[in-house]
């Protein structure tokens, strides 16, 4: 139905078929009809990220790929363990053109905490104090990214205290002031009691929770709640990869076959008809192509109930 209308389109304007397919190409995001959240913060946050963890070389071509099929917001990290920030930055900055400027983009990315660092790759001083931490890794993320603000930026995870967590909140919140990033985040914060805590101490209130998403927190179903109470963005990860029981599962097979679709566009497109942003980060085009298009069906009431009775089993 997509490639058709899109075809359908690109004929209409009389195109020829070489420039119908790069005006496909260059279009692909307008012809998605890949929805999109506004953050409390009011900061526009795509529906699907493209994540880029564990990319290592490929990064910067993968994110090309991406931005290219039509995604439009990108997951990294200051963490030279699992991402290859400078080469997301290059991936962005090798997509931008006429067709696509920096303002069309939502990228994210992480500070992380020493404890979550190879020891030999930290990209700031870890000597440092906590404050200086924070501001050096973001001054590296701004240069990796090649852009002089971020859309969200988040702490990795909670530090071993609350105290230290909250000082680490409190030096994002002055890059907040300072216009380096539009909005913050929490990540891998599994305890409730947590999240109030940094919600009632934050100046600036966390817009995001990106955690991952599987049976072994109860798919974070309080938490969740929560989130949707206080206007968090619940991202989700590990959505496919911790959860082969439910893309295996009777109800999302039969859903699957009904709406002719795949058991994972079936299980993405039920958490974002749900408020959930999931990150995918496939380094296929085809699973890139089946991520972006579930956005061209929805599931029924009945159908979302019938997961939601797997959820909570
Ligand atoms: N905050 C954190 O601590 C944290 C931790 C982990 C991840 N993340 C973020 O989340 C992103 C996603 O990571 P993830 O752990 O959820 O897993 P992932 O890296 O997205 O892996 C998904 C796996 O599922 C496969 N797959 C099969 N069908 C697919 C489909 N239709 N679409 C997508 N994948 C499909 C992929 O294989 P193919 O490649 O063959 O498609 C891949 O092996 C990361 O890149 C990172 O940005 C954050």
């Known amino acids: 139905m997509y490639q058709t209308g899109r075809r359908r389109l690109a004929f209409a304007a009389g195109a020829r078929p070489a420039q119908a397919c790069i005006r496909r190409w260059r279009s692909a995001a307008r012809m998605t009809r890949m929805g999109a959240l506004t953050s409390a913060a009011g900061v526009r946050i795509p529906a ?173 179903r309080d938490i969740r709640a929560f989130c949707g109470a206080e206007r968090i963005v619940y991202q989700s990860f590990w959505t496919l990869t911790a959860n082969p029981q439910l893309l295996g599962h009777a109800v999302i097979q039969a859903l699957a076959s009904r709406y002719v679709r795949t058991p994972a566009q079936v299980l993405f497109r039920y958490l974002t008809q749900s408020g959930v942003v999931p990150l995918t980060g496939t380094r296929s085009q085809a699973h890139m192509r089946e991520d972006l298009a579930i956005f061209e069906f929805d599931l029924a009431e009945r159908d979302r109930r019938a997961i939601d009775l797997i959820l909570a089993a």
Do not use: M
């Not at 940094?198 to 991952?212: D, F, G, T, Y």
């Open 48 to 220: 699907i990220l493209y994540g880029t963890a564990w990319k290592k070389g490929d990064t910067e071509r993968l994110v090309r790929t991406a931005l290219a099929q039509g995604f439009r917001g990108i997951d990294t990290a200051c963490q030279p363990r699992h991402y290859d920030e400078a080469g997301a930055g290059a991936g962005v900055a090798a997509s931008l053109g006429p067709t696509l400027s920096r303002a069309d983009l939502y990228l994210q990315t992480k500070f992380t905490p020493v404890a979550g660092h190879d020891p030999a790759r930290i990209p700031y001083d870890p000597d440092a104090p906590l404050a200086d931490q924070v501001a050096q890794s973001c001054a590296v993320s701004l240069r990796n990214l090649q852009t002089d603000y971020l859309d969200c930026l988040i702490l990795h995870s909670p530090l071993a205290t609350e105290p230290q967590t909250l000082q680490a909140w409190q030096a994002l919140e002055s890059l907040v002031d300072a216009g380096r990033a539009r909005q913050l985040g929490i990540s891998n914060c599994y305890r409730l009691d947590q999240l109030e805590a940094l919600c009632r101490a934050a100046r600036i209130r966390p817009a995001v929770l990106q955690n991952r998403f599987y049976a072994d927190t109860d798919y974070d």
